[in-house]
């Protein structure tokens, strides 16, 4: 199975990607992931992807292609893999294209467009508490952990991330609008979109999304 999860910020893509990718046994590719990781360890990337992440900008298109090249080339996508929040941009979208065409390997199965009202995704992204360890993924109300401000899986103290105050959630939201929504109709045109209504709660999201990813299998 290869997957696009594609949707604002904060629609809760990479709650659902986590659950699908263990289930499936094949890697949630996450590029914010891996830069917060690069930016922790202050490597150079972390160092060039710093400010424009703090200000809610995408990095430069250049400097994610390289990361998912890299990380594509790895064998343990060769079953499969679910994008979260790559691709951003058309760029980004016809880069990856020639990748997997280069690689011989086939396209993509689906592209899964996660919808919600930005009431719900304020919402969501203002509650969400994130481990800095193993990056599992909570929300204040909607999904606590067992004991308050603890990591249920390593036991980490939570954190809120830097990007998620209401200034930086509201240039994310506009850089959506502009730069990743066009991904919408790059999709459907190519017959791979498949619309998720994700304002339900999250297990109801989850069968949702596994019945419309049901026909693809592992390869
Ligand atoms: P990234 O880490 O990808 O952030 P994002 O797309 O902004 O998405 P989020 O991780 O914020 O949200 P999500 O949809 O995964 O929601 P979640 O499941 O956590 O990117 C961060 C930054 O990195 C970007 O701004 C950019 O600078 C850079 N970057 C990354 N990729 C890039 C690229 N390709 N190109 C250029 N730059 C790039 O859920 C949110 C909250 O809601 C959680 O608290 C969760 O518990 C809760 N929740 C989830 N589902 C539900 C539900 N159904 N009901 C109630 N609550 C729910």
């Known amino acids: 199975m290869r997957l696009i999860l594609l949707g604002a910020p904060g629609v809760g893509k990479g709650t659902q990607a986590q659950r699908l990718a263990t289930e499936r046994g094949i890697p949630q590719i996450s590029t914010g992931e891996i830069l917060r990781d690069a930016i922790k360890r202050g490597t150079p990337l972390g160092i060039q992807a710093k400010s424009f992440m703090e200000a809610g900008n995408l990095v430069p298109d250049d400097v994610v292609i390289g990361i998912i090249r890299d990380r594509l080339s790895r064998s343990d996508g060769a079953d499969g893999f679910i994008l979260d929040g790559f691709p951003r941009t058309v760029a980004q979208a016809q880069a990856l294209d020639r990748m997997l065409l280069d690689s011989g390997a086939g396209g993509i199965d689906y592209v899964v467009n996660f919808e919600a009202p ?34 249920d899986k390593c036991g980490a103290a939570l954190v809120q991330r830097t990007d998620d105050k209401p200034d930086t959630i509201a240039a994310r939201l506009k850089v959506y609008d502009q730069q990743t929504s066009p991904l919408i109709d790059y999709y459907r045109e190519r017959g791979l979109l498949r619309q998720l209504d994700a304002t339900a709660p999250i297990d109801s999201v989850y069968r949702n999304l596994r019945s419309l990813v049901q026909g693809t299998k592992s390869r």
């Open 118 to 151: 930005n009431q719900e995704i304020i919402s969501r992204l203002s509650g969400r508490r994130t481990c800095p360890d193993c990056q599992a993924v909570y929300h204040v109300e909607h999904a606590p952990p067992r004991q308050e401000g603890r990591c």
